[in-house]
Structures are given as C-alpha cells and as structure tokens.
C-alpha cells in the first residue's frame, strides 16, 4: 500500500486483465461483531477484508475481551462472555462509521451497572452525526452522554435503565440519514429480545435499502429472524438468541468491483480482445451495491456475470449520459461521477444525500475536485450532475481526496482522459480503509500512453550512492527502482557460474546468459535460477566483474530492452553508468551523482569492513580509480554526465539532503495546476 503524500499517475491508454477483489467491508465489520456476540461459540471467517476499519473493529473486540486468532483473511472468533466485559474500555475506531455505530448499540445494551465505555475515533469521525441512533437508544433507557458536541462522538455509554429496556419494546429511528443507525440497531436488539419481541419503525423513508437487506440475511446466517414489514417496521421476536454458522465465508466487496466495472467500460476495446475479469462477486450478489452493473450498462458498459466473476468490457463509445436515482447505490454511485467525464452530455445523480455524512461531504467533494479537471458540476442537497470537458479543456489536477477512500479510487480513472494529462492523486494511502492494494491491482491490469511513464535517471561512478539515492526517491515517490548494476553484478556472476571468462571473445556467449536471466527479486534477497546471489553480486569480484562484463557491446544490447521494461506504472527511477545517455535518453530529469575517488572510497571502505571484509582504504580508492578509467573510455556507453542532466557532487552532502535536492528538481518537472 502506498504511504507517500502523493501519487501521480500517468497518462492511461489502456486496460485488460483479471483482478481478485478482496472481501467486502460491509460483510466483514459486520460478521466480526455477530461473531462476537455468539457467546461462547466459535466462528471461523474466511476471506475477511484486512484494512484500517477492520482493524478498527478487531483491535476492539479484542479490547472487549475477545479471544481472536487473525492468519492472513482467516479469523477465527470465539464469542464474547458478556457477563466478563472489562469494567471500562476506551475504543477508538479510526474513521470506522461500520464499527463505531454497531458497537455503539450493541455495548449500550451490554453494558452493566459499575461498567463505562468510551467510544471515539479521528478528527473526521467527531463530525459524523451518530445522535439519531442515540436518540433511539436512550428510548430504551441506554445511558450516553456525549464527550464533545451533542450528537456525535465521541461517546461514553454506561448501563441502561433496566426497568425500561424491559417497558420500552418500541423504537423509532429515522431512516433518512444513514442506514447504519437501523443496522446497528438490528444487530443490537437479540441481546435483550429473550422474553419479548421487539420492534423498530422507520420515520421517513429509508435510504440505501440494499445495506439493510445485507444484514438481514447476515443476522439470518447467525440464527436471527427479523420480521420485515415493507422497509418501514421491522421486528425482532422474543427468543432470539445468537447461533454461530461455524464457518462462513465473506464475499468481495461489491463497492470495490464497481472502480473496475468502470475500468472496463472506459479503457477495455473488445475490438482487441481487451477485457476486464473480476473474480470473487458475481450478480447473485447479496450486496446492493452490485446493482452499479445496471447503471454502467445504461451508461455503455458491456458487462457478462457469473456466480463468482464479472467480465467487463466497453460497449458504447463515448460513454452516454445518464439520469439516475442513486439512493439503492450510494457508494458505487460515486463511480459514475466519474464516469461521466468520458459520456456524451450532462450525467445527473439524485437521491444522494447520505454523501454528506460520510467519511467526507462527498457531493462538495465531488464539485470541487471534478471542477479541478476542468469538468461542470452542479450540485444541491442530494444530488450532482456531470457535464465533461471537451478534449482541449482537459486539466492537469492534484485530486484532494478528504481522508476518503473511495475519492481516492474513483479519481484514479480520470488517468485514462484523452487530453492526457496527468493526474495526481493526494494521500492515496487513503484506500487503506478498504482496498489497501488498490494501485496494485490497477497498475497491473492498465497500459500507459507510448513515453508516458516517467523515469528519473540517476547515473555516476562507483560507489557514488546512487543506488541508495535511487532507491530512496523511489519510496518517496511511490515508483519501482532499477538497479541496473545490480543487473551486470548477476550477469557476470551467472557467466561465471557457467564457466565463461568474461572476455570479448565470448561476447555471443555472455550475451546469451544475459538474455537468459532467470531473477526473482525478494526484497533485499535476489535470487538468479533459485540460488540466493546477493553476496555474490556485492563481492569484489562481483564488482570487478560487472564492469568488465558492462563493457561488452552485446551484452548491453541484450540487457537493453530488459532495462526500458522496467518503466512500469506509475514511474521508474534507474540508477546505473547510461540510464540518461542511452537507455532513457527522453526521460524528464536525468541527474549524474558523482564525488572524489577518496570520498567514495571511504565510504565503500566502511561498508566493506562492516560486512567482514577484510580490506584496506588505499586498494579501494586505486580500484575506484581504475574502474573510473575503464567506465569513462569505454568504446561503448562511456560514463558521463547526459547532455541535459543535472550534476550533483555529494561528497559533503547527506544522502536525506541528496533526496531532497532530486525532489526538488523533479517537483519543477512535473508541475502540477
């Protein structure tokens, strides 16, 4: 997951490939608390959503006293003993409102005389309304009190009137703000309904009926039969009690398929066999928000389901405008504000009020940063139309994303538009709360524009530190790096292990190792056919060897294409001798890293010597020396500075101070409006 400020994604031209969603927030939160609440039974839970509002309801339930075993998407819950809950608790819960709301209702029920529960979380969360779901509560004689501002967390919840959970069998809750109030107080009311029916009525109409109806059928899987009388009234019977399923599987989140249904339908042409496969949900869905296939196929998208999988692909082009009440979709609905910037005409997206109390108020949200592209917007209290820009009035836009998550994946989309500009995407490790992999999983099924990758080419002598300069840029930008000599390094020790001297009369033959290079790089490990080469290609002779086997015209001819893949989405930095002269000569910052032989001669002495190696100050700097002399009069690709590059001598200058200099260089480049 990417934890930089900013992400900037370059022009996009194309998508195709199969993506595995990962599980449903929605479900999972939920089945995380009815687990708990099965009293002593043990629940296992597959394919669990593991993000920040997961672990917000984990991280609690474990403060409560729940005895959890998390094993990668596997947990496993043995329910809680609610007569064991600790006296007080302090619970912060993220900007959670999946797990703040339903733990608010069910602990205002659990809590007994003497016990005290403080319920709060970021910033964002003490301006999310929770006071209808109070106000329902305390009907019942719940005891909260609110810390801060009257109707909204933070909370402290203490026993509620006995007397009065027991007379007060009739709640009303309105059903026009958010429907997680109604959910939590579903999963809430079995806790007390043993002697007693108890019922819910609906003031107003409720909004986002599908999430309702997802925990309906989950409270049925744990044992729970809710009378449902037209979305308005709806009982829970006397007796109830909660029976874990033993095992229970969570779907894919349906809100997450809907940014790839849309991925289809802009960038996959059928006329190429492009495609787009989601696997893990299907039509038979039980999540409302897979309805957002109904809504892209209106718009042009050409979308085939099976029980597990969506295959997407475009249909009409441009995209058509549409008209469309929203209220049924209201998180993937987010998608198609997006969408609309690649329709014909105005797209309008009405009953959305609910936007305005969610992680942001979405719909200003949406105003503003989809008027940053250079689109018209209109909004009011529940509704938003889109009209697009023409092609020439497309603008480059860092996107504020508002701590929200899905900003931050819908407006990823925008990458494809014609006028390919670049978008920049601010805090994207904001899709953490649900899909922490999701520029993982975009970048690996999208193409870019021919030369639209950026590339930072870092090359210098040895033992500069441009690989640890390289490598450092890279993590600050969110890009992949390229040690390109670290490539020679494995060359030279895989021509060695084939028993060739490197030498130009082998020349076809060590091209031929090159091109064969069977690598898998692990983190700090790099393994050639299996075998960990790590120490090999860091030695002496490994460095010897590289620069002599860099030297050979065929070898470089070899390595060169392999090298210009490496410049994936959404950028590359490459350190190495050539990067800017001759294998990214077009990229947009080239910089040569250089300093005195003795400077970088004490620096490899040090490392050396830390590693054990057994050496002496003056070997290594005539060494330097020599490689220098070799690297810069070389027939082919001497060392030198690019025509257009930046020098920067390090030789008193720290490697943070190093970083700060290229960003610097790179923020005028790639200047954002």
């Not at 009311?189 to 609906?202: G, W």
């Not at 257009?644 to 954002?672: C, I, Y």
């Amino acid at each position: 997951m990417y934890s930089i400020p900013f992400l900037d994604l370059p022009a996009l031209e194309s998508a195709s490939g199969s993506v595995l969603l990962p599980g449903s927030k929605s479900i999972s939160n939920r089945v995380l608390l009815l687990a708990a609440l099965c009293e002593g039974q043990t629940t296992v839970l597959h394919d669990v959503l593991s993000s920040d509002d997961t672990d917000a309801m984990l991280t609690a339930l474990r403060s409560l006293g729940c005895a959890i075993e998390h094993k990668q998407n596997t947990v496993t819950i043995k329910g809680l003993d609610r007569h064991g809950l600790p006296e007080q608790a302090l619970l912060h819960l993220g900007n959670a409102g999946t797990a703040i709301r339903p733990l608010t209702a069910a602990l205002a029920l659990l809590a007994a005389p003497g016990q005290r529960f403080e319920l709060t979380g970021v910033a964002r969360m003490q301006e999310r309304p929770i006071g209808d779901l109070v106000d329902a509560l305390r009907q019942l004689g719940c005891d909260i009190s609110y810390q801060k501002t009257q109707g909204y967390p933070p909370l402290v919840l203490q026993a509620a009137n006995r007397a009065e959970l027991e007379r007060n069998t009739c709640i009303r809750i309105r059903g026009d703000v958010s429907s997680q109030f109604l959910t939590a107080m579903l999963m809430a009311l079995p806790l007390i309904a043993q002697q007693r029916d108890y019922v819910i009525e609906v003031v107003g109409e409720l909004i986002s009926k599908p999430y309702i109806a997802i925990t309906l059928n989950l409270l049925q899987r744990f044992g729970i039969n809710v009378c449902n009388e037209n979305w308005q009234r709806f009982t829970v019977t006397a007796g109830s009690r909660y029976q874990s399923p033993g095992v229970l599987y969570v779907e894919a989140d349906a809100s997450s398929a809907s940014y790839f249904v849309a991925l289809g339908a802009i960038a996959c042409d059928p006329a190429v066999g492009h495609a787009i496969t989601i696997q893990g949900v299907g039509e038979d869905s039980i999540q409302g928000d897979i309805r957002f296939i109904e809504a892209a196929r209106q718009m042009g998208a050409h979308v085939e389901t099976g029980p597990n999988w969506l295959k997407v692909q475009r249909g009409s082009w441009p995209l058509k405008a549409i008209e469309l009440d929203a209220n049924h979709i209201p998180d993937a609905a987010m998608t198609l504000a997006v969408m609309a910037l690649y329709a014909e005409g105005t797209t309008r997206i009405t009953n959305i009020g609910s936007w305005r109390v969610k992680e942001t108020d979405r719909i200003d949200a949406m105003v503003a940063e989809l008027g940053k592209l250079g689109a018209t917007v209109e909004s009011g209290a529940d509704w938003l139309t889109v009209t697009p820009p023409a092609q020439a009035q497309w603008r480059s836009a860092s996107i504020g994303t508002y701590d929200d998550h899905r900003m931050a994946m819908c407006f990823a989309l925008a990458a494809f538009n014609p006028a390919a500009v670049m978008v920049r995407i601010e805090d994207p490790r904001c899709v953490g709360k649900t899909f922490p992999d999701y520029f993982e999983a975009l970048f690996s099924v999208t193409r870019p524009k021919a030369g639209a990758v950026p590339v930072i080419c870092i090359d210098g002598p040895s033992a500069s530190g441009k690989g640890t300069l390289a490598a450092m840029v890279a993590e600050r930008l969110g890009y992949h790096a390229l040690d390109s000599g670290a490539l020679y390094r494995i060359a030279g020790v895989a021509a060695r292990r084939q028993g060739l001297d490197i030498a130009a009369e082998h020349a076809d033959a060590l091209a031929d190792v090159a091109r064969s290079l069977q690598l898998v790089f692990d983190g700090e490990k790099v393994l050639l056919e299996g075998d960990d080469v790590t120490a090999a290609i860091r030695s002496d002779q490994g460095s010897r060897d590289a620069s002599l086997i860099s030297a050979i015209p065929a070898v470089r001819d070899a390595l060169l294409q392999w090298q210009r893949g490496c410049a994936h989405v959404p950028g590359l930095v490459a350190d190495g001798r050539d990067m800017g002269t001759v294998v990214f000569p077009q990229a947009p910052l080239k910089v040569f890293l250089t300093a005195s032989a003795e400077k970088r001669a004490e620096r490899r002495y040090k490392q050396l010597i830390s590693q054990g190696f057994d050496v002496t100050l003056t070997t290594l700097r005539e060494e330097l020396e020599a490689r220098d002399l070799r690297d810069t009069t070389r027939t082919v690709a001497p060392l030198k500075p690019a025509a257009d590059a930046k020098v920067l001598d390090n030789s008193d200058m720290s490697v943070d101070a190093a970083v700060e200099q290229v960003l610097q260089w790179w923020a005028q480049v790639r200047s954002v409006a």
